[in-house]
């Protein structure tokens, strides 16, 4: 195991209250892992990613890394680097001097400091920019050179704390797509903190959904998406419809529940295990309904309130019976017809695509 966090709890104390910003927080990273924190403002992530820099300790808990204690180690001592959201690139330095800065603090032979900063020169792209300084490239430039200067130092464990939160959309999805090449390749450990979860699930080996200081799910980025545990991570990750039911029975991950609202039996997955008349909610994301039914186990019938059509597919908004509403998202094939508002409309959905969990 390459990070351990065990236990890891922080309270801050302000005129004698105290406010809990991560609580009973444990996660084990592997060798070479990409791992994101996911989450609103204020969850409790960038906290996280401090007290395994050293720039926070935690209130108690500890912080492993390839099996040492580091709880306490301050972070020039802990062979981590961290990537801030400002650059914090030295301006009077050229492109060179500022990846070659910390290789020189070590007092490493000038021989051993060029040989590395030639290489992570060329891994980065910035061939032919050394002698420029900060303010002589684009903002791009400047974000591969702090990657640079970070990487050149061969750590252990590589931080990232919203790193792209200053590029524009463009850019912010190349230099994700960059990183996580560079991440891959030298195969660093990494924690990567976000709110934006086109991110998260483009460039993650784990993702941990974190609210209010604690963990709600950490799994693969498909995972959290097709199989949330809880409805906190339902509703953040993506879109999701959520309908309310009672089970019925329950055979392993087979599932039958019940909707008062729309008066219907729905057969669904789930990994949890229920007794009859237990609150559940039904998590079907919109691409798991289809306007065809194909021998699909569940049914709704309502009325096309709205639509939008976007190129590559249509986006419907479906009054059922029941007056809930539900969306639905429809691929465009080229031959389909544009759909009528106030339309009568079947949708079919699978048992397998329709997961369970419960009510909260």
């Known amino acids: 195991m390459s990070l351990e966090l065990k236990n890891i709890r922080k309270v801050f104390k302000s005129d004698g209250v105290e406010n809990v910003a991560v609580e009973d927080f444990n996660l084990s990273i592997n060798k070479g892992e990409l791992v994101t924190f996911l989450g609103p403002s204020g969850c409790g992530k960038t906290t996280?990613?401090?007290?395994?820099?050293?720039?926070?300790?935690?209130?108690?808990?500890?912080?492993?890394?390839?099996?040492?204690?580091?709880?306490?180690?301050?972070p020039n001592k802990r062979d981590i680097s961290m990537m801030f959201q400002s650059y914090a690139l030295f301006p009077h330095l050229n492109i060179r001097e500022n990846i070659e800065f910390g290789l020189r603090i070590k007092k490493l032979p000038k021989n051993i400091v060029k040989q590395k900063a030639d290489k992570i020169i060329e891994l980065t792209g910035l061939n032919g920019m050394e002698k420029?300084?900060?303010?002589?490239?684009?903002?791009?430039?400047?974000?591969?050179?702090?990657?640079?200067?970070?990487?050149?130092m061969e750590p252990k464990v590589l931080l990232f704390d919203e790193p792209l939160s200053n590029l524009d959309a463009k850019l912010r999805e190349n230099m994700r797509l960059e990183i996580r090449r560079i991440q891959k390749e030298l195969n660093i450990t990494s924690i990567y903190v976000t709110h934006d979860q086109t991110e998260a699930m483009s460039i993650s080996d784990k993702v941990v959904i974190m609210d209010k200081g604690k963990i709600m799910q950490v799994g693969s980025p498909f995972e959290v998406y097709a199989y949330p545990e809880n409805?906190?991570?339902?509703?953040?990750?993506?879109?999701?419809?959520?309908?309310?039911?009672?089970?019925?029975s329950q055979e392993g991950t087979q599932i039958k529940v019940f909707s008062k609202e729309l008066n219907q039996t729905f057969y669904g997955t789930t990994k949890k295990t229920f007794k009859e008349g237990d609150d559940t909610n039904i998590i079907l994301r919109p691409q798991a309904i289809s306007l065809e039914k194909e021998n699909r186990e569940n049914m709704f019938s309502g009325k096309i309130e709205k639509y939008v059509f976007l190129g590559s597919h249509f986006e419907y908004d479906v009054k059922l019976s029941g007056g809930q509403s539900v969306h639905v998202l429809s691929y465009n094939s080229m031959e389909n017809q544009l759909p009528v508002l106030n339309q009568d409309i079947n949708l079919y959905f699978s048992q397998k695509s329709t997961w369970v969990i419960g009510a909260i």
């Open 132 to 152: 420029r300084r900060p303010d002589q490239i684009s903002g791009g430039q400047q974000q591969r050179v702090a990657l640079a200067r970070c990487i050149v």
């Open 231 to 248: 409805r906190f991570v339902a509703d953040f990750i993506g879109t999701v419809n959520i309908i309310k039911t009672k089970v019925i």
């Open 48 to 74: 996280t990613l401090r007290m395994v820099s050293g720039f926070e300790v935690p209130s108690s808990g500890k912080v492993i890394l390839e099996g040492a204690d580091i709880t306490n180690d301050p």
